[in-house]
């Protein structure tokens, strides 16, 4: 019941971002608030499953593949049917390597080759033009992201902070750089009753709160 009232209050935000935008001047701020829900990697059964759930509440995610090349058809499929449903598929690394890790070892340009232009290259011929990218583990720097805004227009990091939500950066202020504050039960930092402390503060504030699962499990089986 607890888990069922939690769901209730995610989804109560989550329907009001759909039509009551606020006109206030830097036109981001939603009366009630309003929630971004990221997913990453490739748990595309359970993504299946979130929709299954959820769709009745006409929300919309953004699906962060990585391992593309590793996709069966049945999950391509899959994938397209959540595209169709209104849904953004969007990049996390043909092999979801670190980033930072991975250009200090070989260069930016064996980066943007092997990890990033492979995954959309392939992507591109089964969905939509690829937009988004979020970064394993968050990591990336403002190089990086300057040769990153070449091409996509949205890119993620993570954040993971447990502080007071007032002094949290996982909100849409504008800026086309955003960090998600990941709500899988198995990060070190999450807990119900901090994303509980998030979620009204983004309602009461109106402000657009951005998270990040691998599955969202707890919700799904409900
Ligand atoms: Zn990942």
Known sequence: MKKLLFLVLIISIITSLSCKKDKREDNLVYKNGAVVITFDDHYVDKWLMADTVLHKYNWKATFNLTLFNKRTEEEIQGLQYLESQGHEIAGHGLNHQNALEY???????????????????????????????????????????????????????????????????????????????????????YSQALLTQLLEFAHQEGFILILYALTMAGLAEL
């Not at 064996?110 to 392939?122: A, I, P």
């Not at 979020?134 to 890119?155: D, H, K, V």
């Not at 909100?171 to 930092?189: K, L």
């Open 103 to 189: 250009v200090n070892a070989h260069g930016l340009d064996s980066y943007l080759k092997n990890e990033v232009d492979s995954l959309t290259f392939l992507m591109n011929q089964k969905f939509k033009r690829v937009k988004t990218f979020a970064f394993p583990n968050g990591s990336t720097n403002e190089e990086l992201n300057t040769a990153m805004f070449q091409r996509f227009r949205i890119l993620r990091g993570t954040t993971d902070k447990t502080i007071n939500p007032i002094f949290q950066d996982c909100y849409f202020t504008g800026n086309h750089f955003i960090h998600a504050w990941g709500i899988d039960a198995s990060y070190p930092h």
